[in-house]
């Protein structure tokens, strides 16, 4: 199991930018994938970006594309995610979430097995 803290969240403007961390404990970290999702109120969690185990093959939601990058360090145990021009839709709790070996959809939440607490980014038009 991996166990993971997020962090970074806060209160932006539309436009701006911010950078979600997520650190996670555990010694199958560098040979996990790992996603971050997000959950606006009254709406289901969604998929927003995907990092292999060594980096090299990322995904995003197309609802993201082009200004959301994620990224990991496997020396840290970290796993970032780089938001810019940053949209009042894209207000949610951002959750980070290890991914199950050998379940290749990453865009499901089914496919992971420890998830972080959340941070919250609220996006002010």
């Known amino acids: 199991q991996v166990q993971l803290v997020e962090s970074g969240g806060g209160l932006v403007q539309a436009g701006g930018s911010l950078r979600l961390s997520c650190a996670a404990s555990?010694?199958?970290?560098?040979?996990?994938?790992m996603g971050w999702f997000r959950q606006a109120p009254g709406k289901e969690r969604e998929f927003v970006a995907h990092?292999?185990?060594?980096?090299?093959?990322?995904g995003y939601a197309d609802s993201v594309k082009g200004r959301f990058t994620i990224s990991r360090d496997n020396v840290k145990n970290m796993v970032y995610l780089q938001m810019n021009s940053l949209k009042p839709e894209d207000t949610a709790v951002y959750y980070c979430?290890?991914?199950?070996?050998?379940?290749?959809?990453?865009?499901?939440?089914?496919?992971?097995?420890?998830w972080g607490q959340g941070t919250q980014v609220t996006v002010s038009s």
């Open positions: 979430a290890a991914r199950r070996s050998g379940y290749f959809d990453y865009g499901q939440t089914s496919s992971y097995h420890s």
């Open positions: 990092i292999n185990w060594s980096g090299g093959s990322t």
């Open positions: 555990g010694r199958a970290f560098s040979v996990t994938g």
